[in-house]
């Protein structure tokens, strides 16, 4: 069961290098959303998107931007990275229907270092 | 827009005893849902319990419970015989019910908890 997978697991940055977080999801879900966790803080949304071709802002998107041209497929870009933008994501997926709706599986954490 | 305090950064407890940890939130919406997830060093996100909020009865899993209270916007979370794998972070969260809860949790700060051999 893979569930949701998040790719790479590290990375380390140069500031104002750029780079794409990958996240897949074999659970055909609808909705695909990202979190930053940074130190001492809950997760905090960047965006998400309720299917393919549509996508949203969440608390934090200044810096990050997504797409989503399958149900399976949310990448997140950053496209000049700032060491603001050190700290672990989450990519996560839910479904509206169907016997576990509404519960969000998160995939393991990218983390992220920007110097 | 919707906000989740946890008010103790950090609790401790001896094994085996029981520990509540404390959540409250504020909200315009009557439909919504709230969960506890707990993310042990490995960062993991782990769903531990559930509550819709217009279900009445307190929603419980194995040695966790909740306390909902509805009206006071209170969302507690109680472990009975605390174990040395229960230490770990623990997220207090929020969803609408509107949408399909598409756009996602809201959590709040989260709450260290040492168990004490």
């Known amino acids: 069961n893979a569930g949701v997978t998040q790719t790479p697991k590290f990375q380390v940055l140069k500031t104002g290098q750029s780079m794409t977080l990958q996240c897949a999801q074999d659970?055909?879900?609808?909705?695909m959303s990202w979190y930053r966790q940074d130190p001492g803080m809950g997760l905090r949304l960047i965006h998400y998107s309720v299917g393919a071709g549509i996508t949203d802002q969440g608390e934090v998107p200044n810096g990050y931007n997504v797409s989503r041209s399958t149900t399976e497929d949310f990448p997140l870009r950053l496209l000049s990275a700032a060491p603001s933008q050190t700290s672990v994501y989450f990519c996560a997926s839910s479904s509206p229907s169907g016997g576990h709706r509404n519960t969000i599986y998160f995939g393991e954490g990218s983390w992220l270092t920007v110097v | 827009a919707q906000t989740v305090t946890q008010s103790q950064p950090e609790m401790s407890v001896q094994e085996a005893e029981t520990v509540t940890l404390s959540c409250t939130y504020d909200t315009s919406e009557s439909d919504y849902y709230l969960f506890w997830y707990k993310q042990p060093p490995s960062r993991q996100m782990i769903l531990v319990i559930r509550q819709e909020a217009y279900k009445q009865q307190n929603a419980t899993e194995n040695r966790f419970s909740v306390n909902f209270q509805k009206a006071a916007k209170s969302f507690s979370l109680k472990i009975s015989d605390s174990q040395l794998g229960d230490a770990a972070m623990y997220f207090c969260a929020y969803r609408s019910y509107s949408g399909g809860g598409a756009d996602g949790l809201t959590f709040g700060k989260g709450t260290h908890l040492i168990i004490q051999p």
């Open positions: 659970m055909n879900h609808e909705y």
